[in-house]
């Protein structure tokens, strides 16, 4: 219009001011969000009018206390117990409004419900719960509002649409659809905005029955817990801007970045987290198979027993991340998965972290095939590069650790002690150069695969130990 490109006349429709004398409907009321909505639009907007709807009304808890502090602030509030994912029972409650003076100036729809899990978990039923309270409530609230001049009209999605979050599948659908409304209705012409939360620090009805475990794979999501009053200040932000959806969410990209290794980088974050060159040609290397996986690199010039221990020790530092613990050790290797406290969330969660650190494919069952860490060690040693049996690199490896345990111990060892290790040292290179396999003079017959249990034991035995397992093991003097 400004260069009078423009063919015909042009009509700028100007967005309406919320009107501080009309009705603002917030759904969702009983809960924290809805509260806090409330009380911000009469005390720094000056909205005098409210309808808190609720499905249980002034039986939800704390609405009476709510009604009664925004009464004190000086507003007139109306308290109804309707279900929005109603329809018929949406347009009674909306009959009772005018359509003009103190109509309806404002939609705040903060509802919803969660019942997290899996995607295969997920029943019909499941679905249909938490569908109803977003997507119906949303559509029925949009259609039934367009008789009156509406200035504000703001849904209550979340970050889970529009990064994912693990066993949310259901909840991340029904706030896409949220955002895809608000979309909508800016392209006809009516306000929408669609806010996609990050996470309150205050609880609320939906996350106070989040444990530290929960809230831990959040952060480690990148998603960073923000005040109230933060919050607010965004609220009212994204009702100036011209956009259908914003992100309203403090991410910890730093730490993104710093576990891109283990923790895939949500797509719509890639191009805000700064990850090292070399980081990123790995990573894009290991997707197209053209480059071994840096585990299998390190474990193929380890002995078994060695691999063993170490892929235990993988599975434990990634068991207690997931479960919130601060140190590997609290996870006991031969309990079970679910009796350390594993659901299916944080089992989606241990599985999408191997697979990172492996280079696997692992099944989302993995906890439920190998139940305890123990026998997820053993699976992923036997699926990462295996090695022959009588590899001499893993020959090597045992002798290595034995000659370390002997020398660790020798000093206080008395003479006779000494003596007797040296004399079954010298019948076994004896035995290893001339008998090649026979049995030694005067003790038992012993393999190359002896070699392997013996420095496993040695690893962690004391000296007494030591003597009476070498004693044991290779005869008498």
């Known amino acids: 219009m400004s260069q009078a490109r423009h063919v ?10 919320l009107d501080p004398e009309g009705t603002v409907l917030i759904t969702g009321a009983g809960g924290v969000l809805g509260g806090l909505v409330a009380r911000h639009l009469v005390a720094e907007h000056g909205i005098r009018r409210l309808l808190l709807v609720s499905r249980r009304g002034r039986a939800a808890e704390s609405m009476a206390a709510l009604e009664t502090e925004l009464t004190a602030m000086g507003a007139s509030v109306d308290v109804a117990a309707c279900d929005v994912a109603d329809r018929d029972a949406l347009a009674d409650l909306l009959a009772g409004l005018p359509d003009d003076g103190h109509g309806l100036t404002g939609v705040v729809h903060a509802a919803g419900l969660l019942d997290d899990g899996t995607v295969t978990s997920l029943t019909p039923e499941r679905l249909d719960a938490v569908l109803r309270a977003k997507v119906d409530g949303a559509w029925h609230l949009h259609e039934l509002t367009r008789r009156f001049d509406v200035a504000m009209f703001a849904l ?19 706030n896409t659809f949220l955002d895809g409304l608000a979309q909508r209705r800016r392209a006809m012409g009516l306000p929408g905005v669609s806010l996609a939360w990050g996470m309150w620090a205050e609880r609320s009805g939906m996350t106070g029955h989040l444990a530290e475990a929960d809230l831990s794979r959040m952060t480690r999501g990148g998603l960073v817990p923000f005040s109230s009053e933060e919050g607010l200040r965004l609220f009212d932000t994204a009702g100036r801007l011209a956009e259908g959806l914003v992100v309203p969410a403090r991410l910890d990209l730093g730490h993104v970045a710093a576990t891109a290794d283990t923790i895939p980088v949500p797509p719509l974050l890639n191009g805000l987290v700064r990850r090292p060159v070399v ?33 235990l020790r993988l599975v434990q530092e990634h068991a207690a991340t997931v479960l919130g613990h601060g140190s590997a050790s609290a ?16 089992a989606v969660e241990l599985r999408n972290r191997l697979n990172a650190a492996t280079g696997l494919r692992l099944p989302a069952t993995l906890i439920f ?21 009588d590899d001499p690199s893993d020959v090597a490896a045992e002798l290595d650790r034995l000659e370390a345990a002997l020398l660790g111990t020798g000093a206080a060892a008395d003479e006779d002690t000494r003596a007797m290790v040296a004399g079954r040292l010298k019948r076994l290179l004896s ?24 420095a496993e034991h040695l690893e962690t ?16 003097s």
């Open 8 to 17: 015909g006349k042009l009509v700028l429709s100007v967005p309406a001011a």
């Open 156 to 174: 209550f999605s979340s970050a889970a649409g529009v990064l994912g979050s693990a066993g949310q599948a259901n909840y991340a659908a029904a």
């Open 279 to 311: 980081s990123r040609r790995a990573s894009a290397q290991d997707e197209s198979g053209a480059q071994e996986a840096p585990l299998a690199r390190r474990l193929a010039g380890l002995g078994q027993g060695e691999r063993r221990r170490t892929l």
């Open 331 to 346: 996870v006991d290797t031969d309990r079970g998965f679910l009796e350390l406290g594993f659901d299916s969330l944080t």
């Open 369 to 389: 095939d190998y139940p305890t860490p123990a026998a997820l060690a053993a699976q992923l040693n036997a699926e990462i590069a295996p090695v022959a049996a």
């Open 431 to 454: 035995h290893w150069d001339g008998g090649r396999g026979g049995p030694a003079p005067d003790g038992p017959a012993t393999d190359s695969g002896d070699a392997q249990d013996v």
């Open 461 to 476: 035995a004391e000296a007494d130990e030591l003597f009476a397992f070498i004693d044991q093991e290779f005869g008498t």
